[in-house]
């Protein structure tokens, strides 16, 4: 049997500080009245915070309350994007939600995670979500993943790898169920050819 690794060695990997420690903690009070303030309802307000800690946001963003952004300046939003409540974006790296995407409730986004063969060192890859792309309610996306364009993502699953465009896949991890713009009638005749 192998000795535990030691945490107190685990160290920041391939992450990178963009941001003194002193803005982060700015931005943690700001997020804390702004962003995750369920009192605050304003997506307006949202989206002026999120920019002015450098956030690159679009026209058109809905932001509703209780979300959680880890850096604001890893985050690029497209137009016409909505982001449920209680989403989570732990950014460490970037984050694109390209146009006319959706991020529904307590859905969340990681661009990093731990070395866990070998030092517990942090890792860093960034998360694409391409234009038309749905995440619905609860979701789990880790690093590394780009989500194609107009790609559904049922209620509850965990997106581990990269998905093709214009399918809807679901599942712990995410699996292909069918094309998404295919009526079920079609998928079925496909199916029992």
Known sequence: M???IDLSAAGPGD???TRSRGVEALWMVVEFLLITNPLQTSSALKVWALRLFGARIGANIIVRPRVRVKFPWNLQIGDNCWIGEGVWIHNQGLVTIEDNTV???ETFITTGSHDV???MDLIIKPVILRRGAWLTSRCIVLQGVEVGQNTVVTPGSVV???LLPERVYGGNPA???RERWKTSNETRHDQES
């Open 103 to 105: 991020v529904s409730q």
């Open 175 to 177: 699996t292909f169920i």
């Open 2 to 4: 192998h000795e535990p």
């Open 117 to 119: 063969y070998r030092s």
């Open 160 to 162: 581990r790898g990269s």
């Open 15 to 17: 992450f990178e500080r």
